[in-house]
């Protein structure tokens, strides 16, 4: 189980999401600098223990409507060479562990791997800021272990009713700006 570390990162996750999200195709926010807060969101272990892995959900509330977007993130101690552009969210000093190359998890092989394992049923969600916790209000309507099919991350985060997700569903809530709490479909398997 991975070790959650209580200090400081500068600059901050937030801080760097500030900057990077706006670049995405996927970003719907208004012109301007986001207002990134943190929201919920969940991690899972690496069982070689490398790689920090978190699902992050930032609400920006610099618009009109609050926008929930779910980031991926895998923490590394150095550079992925075979990864490039938009991928490397930034780099942080940890205060305990020194540089961390965080990248965005849908580029890293260890995060998709290790969410590929979650939605057969063959990972426990941990939660998002103590160590060795399960976090049970993250649901999974696994998957076969031999079945196939694309995983899709759903960025853009919409309430949903979770009574009606599929297998392959990734199910789990964050916080709105106003205290409400929502649920909805993380991630999915998308059949080939």
């Given amino acids: ?38 929201a919920g969101g969940f991690r899972l272990d690496d069982p070689e223990g490398a790689v920090g892995i978190e699902f992050m959900v930032v609400v920006d509330a610099a618009g009109r409507e609050p926008v929930a977007y ?7 101690d150095a550079a992925l060479e075979e990864v490039t552009g938009e991928a490397l969210i930034g780099t942080s000093e940890h ?3 020194g ?11 260890v ?10 049923g063959e990972a426990i969600p941990q939660h998002q800021s103590q160590s060795d916790t399960p976090d049970p209000t993250v649901t999974v309507h696994a998957t076969a ?8 991350v759903n960025r853009v985060l919409r309430p949903a009713d979770a009574a009606r997700s599929l ?17 909805g479909v993380f991630a999915t398997v998308e059949p080939r």
């Fill in 95 to 97: 205060g305990v562990l």
């Fill in 145 to 152: 272990p031999g079945d196939g099919g694309e995983v899709r």
């Fill in 111 to 120: 995060v998709m791997a290790r969410l590929r394992a979650l939605l057969r």
């Fill in 1 to 38: 189980m991975a070790f959650i570390h209580h200090t400081t990162m500068t600059p901050t996750k937030l801080e760097l999401l500030a900057g990077w999200l706006p670049k995405q195709s996927w970003y719907v926010g208004e012109a301007g600098t986001p207002e990134p807060v943190r």
């Fill in 167 to 183: 297998p392959g569903d990734l199910v789990a809530g964050w916080t709105w700006p106003d205290g409400t709490t929502a649920r």
């Fill in 99 to 109: 540089t961390r190359w965080i990248y965005d998890g849908v580029h890293d092989p």
């Fill in 70 to 76: 779910l980031v991926p993130m895998g923490y590394r």
